[in-house]
């Protein structure tokens, strides 16, 4: 597969999906009704925001949809690779190439783990430790936990 052909296909769909979403609101919005005693300015405005309620109500249909089916792509794309007893973890700080066939490339980027420290545990641990100046750094590092980095997810084509 070329990066070509793959652009194709996605600005096929991309314009079939925005002017099947557009059609969907025009059709809704030509519902609207202005009242009697509104102005045309008035009319106009109510018009606009109505229609931009449905393309809203439409579009978060559509993001909830695509994100489900983005996140169940990424579990069925690891199962997958998993299966074919292929190392699907990734490393933090790094972008690791997990697959690559036919053209595609599939990698995995991790952010650095980080450590935060909440106002709330410092306290229970200064509560816990006394108020002495001591005390506080002690307190302030065994209130402090690792977060795992972000992983992101990519698809690419490798001509």
Known sequence: MKQQD???SLLNLDSGVKDALMKEVSILSSSFKASDNESNV???A??????????????RKLSSEYKKLYDTTKAEL????????????SMAGTT???????????????????TSCSVTD?????????????LIDAAE?????ERKGNVYYDISVVD
């Open 141 to 145: 590092k065994a209130a402090r936990k």
């Open 46 to 59: 109510k018009y606009n925001v109505n229609s931009k309620m449905v393309l809203m109500a439409f579009t």
């Open 78 to 89: 690891d199962s997958a690779l998993i299966k074919m007893d292929v190392d699907v973890s």
């Open 122 to 134: 410092l306290k229970i641990e200064l509560a816990k430790a006394g108020v002495s100046n001591e």
């Open 96 to 114: 690791k190439v997990i697959y690559e066939h036919d053209g595609f490339q599939f990698t995995k980027k991790e952010n650095m783990a980080s």
């Open 42 to 44: 008035d009319a106009q």
């Open 6 to 8: 793959l652009s194709m």
